[in-house]
């Protein structure tokens, strides 16, 4: 017993002579070569960036801890004041730094490459609210002046339960 199948032969289900169907056809082919160009585009546009580091000068219950700021984008920055926030399980603490020193230092700006550097002393934190000294997480949110660029770092500045 022989089984045998016949498939039909059917010639392409558009015309080519059509020149709608081209059209068609030269669109779909430019969409991804578009896309793939419109993707680099956005890779190589200026960027705004910024690399926020915090130090402390002892692992546990630091007396200072200082906050770097670098611009590694290819845009100047104006930088807001620092938030800082503490945390401890599901309370938080919001204070704007203004500066040190008695110096106001915010908005600063930022050339591309610039960095700055600004030691926090915590006694200062401490003698304004005593029940600081309980949280264990201290977290610096920073942002420019639009609001568009952002960047937080936190660190463990107590032991908790968990950590």
Not at 4 to 20: C, E, G, K
Not at 33 to 45: A, E, P, T
Not at 129 to 148: A, E, F, Q
Not at 149 to 156: A, E, N, P, R
């Amino acid at each position: 017993m022989t089984i045998s199948f016949f498939y039909q032969v059917t010639a392409i289900p558009f015309n080519l002579r059509d020149p709608n169907v081209w059209l068609a056809l030269v669109f779909v082919a430019a969409l991804p070569i578009s896309l793939y160009f419109f993707v680099r585009w956005l890779r190589s546009r200026p960027k705004k960036k910024l690399e926020i580091i915090l130090d402390k000068d002892r692992l546990y219950m630091p007396r200072t801890i200082y906050l770097t700021v670098k611009n590694i984008g290819n845009e100047h920055v104006d930088i807001n004041n620092p938030m800082v926030v503490f945390s401890h399980y599901f309370i938080r603490r919001k204070l704007k730094l203004k500066g040190s020193e008695g110096r106001n230092y915010y908005p600063l700006f930022l050339d591309p490459g610039m960095s700055h550097e600004l030691s926090i002393d915590m006694n200062s934190f401490f003698q304004y609210d005593p029940s600081l000294k309980k949280y264990s997480r201290l977290t610096v949110h920073i942002t420019d002046m639009n609001g568009k660029v952002s960047g937080s770092k936190s660190i463990m500045v107590r032991k908790s339960l968990f950590r």
